[in-house]
C-alpha cells in the first residue's frame, strides 16, 4: 500500500471570477520511507501540490488517499487532525515565533496538543540536541543563524513524531553550506525511517533525492528515478 496516492487530482483557483486552473490532473504515489523532490518553474504548481498533501487544502476533484484512507472531502477539522498527527512541516522562512525561545518553539505542538509540561520540555530539549542545537535551547529566533532557525522548525515539524516531513524550499534562504547541512540532516532522518516531501529550485539541493518529478503548468512532465 502507497503511503500517498494521488488519482487526477485537479485545483482551480478562483480569483476575480477568474478560474486559475493551478493543477490539472495528477497522478502520484509517493511509498514510506521515500526521499522524495519536486521541481519545476515558478507558477508550475508545486506549492499548490504541497498545501494538498499537507492535508492544508483540499483538491477540487480527484482522489487522495492517504495511509488508505480517502480523505479527499474531509472538513478542515479532520484535515487539520490528521495533519498534525501525521505530517510535520517547514518553510522557506522558517515560520518560527520571535517571542518565544528556541525551546518554547518546539514545544509550541505541544502545548496545543495538551501535553504536560515536564514531558514538553523533554521532548522538546531533545530534538533540539538531535538537530544538534542543545546549547541553543534558550536563544531567540533573531539570536540564531538561518540554518540554527531552520533547525529548530525542523524539530519543531517533528515534534508529534510524524511519518512524513513536507518542506517547501527549505533551503531557500540559506547559503550553500548551510543548505547541504540541512539536507544532510534531512537525508539522516530519512535513513532512520521518516518519509522526506521536499521542494526546491535548486539542483543542488534536488541530488539528495532519489526520486525528481518535475512539474509543469500543473501537471508532471516527467519523473527522474536515481
Ligand atoms: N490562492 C491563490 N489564488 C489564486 N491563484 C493562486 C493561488 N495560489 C496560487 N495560485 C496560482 O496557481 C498557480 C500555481 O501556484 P503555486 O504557488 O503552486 O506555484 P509554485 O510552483 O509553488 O511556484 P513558486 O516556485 O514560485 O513557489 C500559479 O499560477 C499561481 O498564480
Ligand atoms: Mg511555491
Do not use: W
Amino acid at each position: 500500500m502507497s503511503l500517498i496516492r494521488l488519482e487526477e487530482i485537479k485545483k482551480d483557483y478562483r480569483l476575480d471570477g477568474v478560474i486559475v486552473p493551478a493543477l490539472q490532473g495528477i497522478n502520484l504515489e509517493i511509498n514510506q520511507g521515500e526521499f522524495f523532490c519536486m521541481m519545476g518553474a515558478s507558477g508550475s504548481g508545486k506549492s499548490t501540490l504541497m498545501n494538498l498533501i499537507s492535508c492544508m487544502d483540499r483538491p477540487t476533484s480527484g482522489k487522495y488517499i492517504l495511509e488508505g484512507e480517502d480523505v479527499s472531502q474531509l472538513d478542515k477539522n479532520a484535515l487539520a487532525h490528521l495533519r498534525n498527527k501525521t505530517i510535520g512541516l517547514v518553510f522557506q522562512n522558517f515560520n518560527l515565533l520571535s517571542s518565544a525561545t528556541a525551546l518554547e518553539n518546539v514545544e509550541l505542538p505541544l502545548l496545543y496538543g495538551g501535553v504536560p509540561a515536564v514531558e514538553r520540555v523533554k521532548t522538546a530539549k531533545q530534538l533540539l540536541e538531535k538537530v544538534g542545537l542543545g546549547d541553543r535551547l534558550h536563544h531567540y529566533p533573531t539570536q540564531l543563524s538561518g540554518g540554527q532557525q531552520q533547525r529548530v522548525a525542523i524539530a519543531r515539524a517533528l515534534v508529534n513524531s510524524p511519518k512524513i516531513l513536507m518542506a517547501d524550499e527549505p533551503t531557500g534562504n540559506l547559503d550553500s553550506q548551510t543548505s547541504d547541512d540541512i539536507m544532510a540532516m534531512l537525508t539522516q532522518l530519512n535513513k532512520d525511517g521518516l518519509t522526506v516531501i521536499l521542494v526546491t529550485h535548486e539542483p543542488d539541493v534536488a541530488r539528495y533525492s532519489k526520486r525528481v518529478v518535475l512539474m509543469k503548468d500543473g501537471k508532471i512532465l516527467k519523473e527522474e528515478k536515481r
